[in-house]
């Protein structure tokens, strides 16, 4: 049996055009177990820009993908659309974090394979909490799929 794969440093990829709240985020998981390598793209565009980049050099992908609904040129879910339309980019845990309480959001990020849907905190303890939720659930809990290999050639059944 192989050896689980245990995370010491994590590399997350925020999408949000909001600074308040990436600095939120950043603030609820300064005292994170882990090291912590956050990029922000503050819009859907440079967002896919981002990991179109990053497949070239795959020890540069994200583990995970904090994303808005609500942002400038391309939206949330055009960007979630995108994400999981690739073969390599779909492994990558998608969570949806937004202001958004429109159960039309909701569904569409469900029917776009979004991994979770949460709704912004309104407050710093707050935010630190549901932080430390996705912390311990996403990065200690959950077995992920070793995203850095190259994605087999999908053949045909005929």
Known sequence: ?????VLSSVKILIVEDSPSDVRLVREALRDSEFIVHLT????GAEALEYLERSK?????????ILLDLNLPLKTGHE???EIKR????KKIPVLIMTSS?????????????????????????EYVRVVRAIEDFWLTTV??????????TVTAVH
């Open 143 to 152: 077995t992920l799929p070793e995203i850095y290999n190259v994605p087999e």
């Open 56 to 64: 070239t050099s795959q020890a540069a992908l994200p583990d995970l």
């Open 1 to 5: 049996m192989d050896a689980l794969k």
């Open 86 to 89: 690739d073969p390599l980019l």
């Open 79 to 81: 960007v979630l659309t």
């Open 40 to 43: 922000v793209c503050k819009d």
């Open 101 to 125: 309480v429109d159960e039309k959001d909701l569904a569409a990020a469900y029917d776009l394979n979004a991994n979770c849907y949460i709704r912004k905190p309104l407050d710093l303890p």
